[in-house]
């Protein structure tokens, strides 16, 4: 297992920027003032209480997190063809990383040991989704360098093939997105009468 994150150097990194992101946007949760804390209060009560009462309307959602989720996979695959690249990646994917740790404080936080099992249920999706824009970052981290060291250290790289497999990354990534959010928003929702 060491072995093997010796050799994906770039991999370990990136896995260790996640872990220790993550963890500081938990508590980080501690510092917001007031007005953000009300705000984010209201959003889960406000989804929780659609929820009970059946007015939790899939279609509209449904464009709502396809766009969302589409333009974000697309722009982390493009910036990967670029050489300045590498710092804009991670500051996007940082920024859903905190987005997902203050989802998930605020959320256990508001409906406490009793809504556990909602909590996990609606957190499945996002980590799902947490984990494809991983597997999508760590490829276009990759092609950046690729790139880099084609441009500027003069190394000879078969370029129209690793292009070909970038741009299987984005189709796996595009789909898998997809079939996630089509779950988060039609099938986990009928699930929540039975756990709420």
């Known amino acids: 297992m060491i072995s093997f994150f010796k050799k994906n150097k770039i991999l370990s990194l990136l896995l260790s920027i ?9 508590f980080l949760t501690a510092f917001f003032d007031k007005q953000i804390n009300e705000e984010i209060t209201n959003n889960i009560t406000k989804l929780v209480n659609q929820i009970e009462m059946g007015r939790y309307y899939s279609h509209l959602n ?3 997190e ?4 589409t ?4 722009f982390l695959w493009l910036i990967g063809i670029s050489i300045i690249g590498i710092p ?4 996007l994917y940082l920024v859903r990383l905190f987005t997902v740790s203050f989802e998930m404080v605020f959320l256990i936080k508001n409906i406490k040991v009793a809504g556990l099992l909602f909590s996990i249920f609606y ?5 799902v989704n947490l984990i494809i824009c991983f597997f999508l970052l760590n490829h276009s981290v990759r092609f950046s360098i690729i790139l880099i060291k084609m441009i500027f250290f003069k190394k000879n790289y078969n370029l129209s093939l690793i292009m070909k497999r970038y741009g299987i990354v984005f189709l796996l990534s595009e789909l898998s997105t997809l079939l996630i959010t089509l779950i988060e928003i039609f099938l986990i929702p009928k699930l929540f009468p039975f756990i709420i």
């Open 66 to 69: 396809i766009k969302f989720n």
């Open 123 to 127: 957190m499945i999706p996002k980590f």
């Open 62 to 64: 449904l464009f709502r």
């Open 18 to 26: 996640t872990i220790f992101s993550f963890i500081m946007g938990i």
């Open 88 to 91: 804009i990646l991670i500051c």
């Open 71 to 74: 333009i974000y996979i697309l």
